[in-house]
């Protein structure tokens, strides 16, 4: 197993101005981890950019984080391409990643071309889709487009129906190799990176190291060549608390605080004072 070389990022971004393929590719050939985070609106894709984060996913999970639906199918094509020219113009250096929205691609390799160029006109710089070796038309009519792909394998939400709920995939040997299966599938087929979901560790590890593309992992271990969060996860705002998801801050709490103590005051004639006021 190739051994990653951890960054020291406490110095905030260093490198290039913006962030290509090829410098995933290169993070990838070095051992050097990169991190991806969803957002789907201007305030925080501009936060993440000072951040360093080096790739924004408008993903599809906007349907449950922001929109408030129960799955990540009922986010429309249309919606996604809102979302998507927000993060896409308010920032500089990320890749941008946009979601497929679910429906846009599974019907046949003209639908995900078409798809794929609006996102990519609302600033998009790769789109993901879900699947595995079903899907290889697809990914090969969008590539051959000029359109740059990332995979994304082991749980697939959009699927959440066929694989009987949130369950960790590829856990029997069959499983794992059809998996590993799906992952070479996808890089001959020309992405240029792929998801990982609620797979195992070691799985992760090898496909990882099979494939000649960047793996980003969720719920996959850290052997993966970047990772990817919900950010409403990570910072402790949704709640959400999986296995795989660490809460690097807690702003669920922290707002709550906040808008109970405006409520208080404006409740008790403290807001507005006289500083808050115009003469
Ligand atoms: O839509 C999303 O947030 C995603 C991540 C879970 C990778 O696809």
Not at 114 to 131: C, F, P, T, Y
Request: charged share 20%.
């Amino acid at each position: 197993m190739k051994r990653r070389i951890p960054v020291n990022a406490a110095s905030g971004p260093v490198g290039p101005a913006k962030i290509r393929i090829r410098h995933l590719q290169d993070a990838k050939e070095r051992g050097r981890p990169f991190s991806m985070l969803t957002s789907y609106d201007c305030l925080s894709a501009r936060v993440f950019e000072a951040a360093g984060i080096e790739v924004l996913l408008v993903g599809d999970s906007v349907a449950t984080t922001v929109l408030g639906h129960e799955s990540t199918t009922a986010v429309t094509h249309e919606e996604m391409l809102v979302f998507t020219r927000a993060v896409a113009r308010s920032v500089t250096r990320p890749l941008v990643v946009a979601d497929l929205a679910f429906g846009t691609y599974q019907t046949g390799v003209q639908d995900a071309v078409r798809s794929g160029i609006d996102l990519v006109r609302a600033g998009a710089q790769m789109v993901k889709l879900e699947g595995g070796q079903a899907i290889t038309p697809q990914i090969r009519g969008l590539v051959s487009s000029g359109i740059p792909v990332m995979g994304h394998l082991g749980f697939t939400p959009q699927s959440v129906n066929a694989l009987s709920g949130h369950r960790v995939q590829g856990r029997d040997q069959a499983g794992a190799d059809h998996l590993a299966e799906d992952a070479i599938a996808l890089q001959e087929a020309g992405v240029s990176a792929i998801v990982l979901e609620l797979v195992p560790a070691a799985l992760a590890a090898r496909i990882t190291e099979i494939v000649q593309v960047p793996t980003i992992g969720i719920g996959a271990g850290p052997h993966c060549d970047g990772q990817v969060l919900v950010w409403q996860d990570m910072a402790g705002l949704s709640g959400f608390e999986g296995t795989f998801v660490k809460q690097f801050a807690h702003l669920g709490p922290e707002l709550e605080k906040a808008a109970s103590e405006y409520r208080r005051q404006v409740l008790e004639g403290v807001y507005p004072d006289p500083q808050h006021s115009f003469d």
